[in-house]
């Protein structure tokens, strides 16, 4: 039972990437999975969640809004992080996690949220 993200790398600004979060070992379908990042020496951000049900989304970061792009497909136990434009304050390391619950909460910095962490991306946006 697990997650794994990847697809992080080096891009410049204004460039795409497309994070993946695989998840094995439970069914995707009863899950909500939510995107957060981190910087070395600040809080760990929540980006973006996926509801269990395909089509129920929330973006938790302004910043991100109308640039990237959760989406998942159940079919492929994957839950993926569309990131268009990115700028340099998105450098980050990239964690998914499960929620116990399906739906997403809005009380995202509850750790008892989450039982499952993926081991996170880096993505580095350079100028």
């Known amino acids: 039972v697990q997650l794994q993200a990847s697809g992080g790398g080096l891009v410049q600004i204004g460039g795409s990437l497309r994070l993946s979060c695989a998840t094995s070992?439970?069914?995707?379908?009863?899950?909500?999975i939510t995107w957060f990042r981190q910087v070395p020496g600040k809080e760990r951000e929540g980006v973006s969640c996926?509801?269990?049900?395909?089509?129920?989304?929330?973006d938790y970061t302004d910043s991100v809004k109308g640039r990237f792009t959760i989406a998942r497909d159940n079919a492929k136990n994957t839950v993926y992080l569309q990131m268009n434009n990115l700028q340099p304050e998105d450098t980050a390391v990239y964690y998914c996690?499960?929620?116990?619950?399906?739906?997403?909460?809005?009380?995202?910095?509850?750790?008892?949220?989450?039982?499952?962490w993926g081991q996170g991306t880096l993505v580095t946006v350079s100028s």
């Open positions: 070992g439970f069914s995707l379908t009863n899950y909500a």
């Open positions: 996926s509801n269990s049900i395909i089509g129920g989304t929330a």
């Open positions: 996690a499960r929620q116990i619950y399906g739906e997403c909460k809005d009380d995202i910095y509850n750790r008892r949220l989450y039982d499952m």
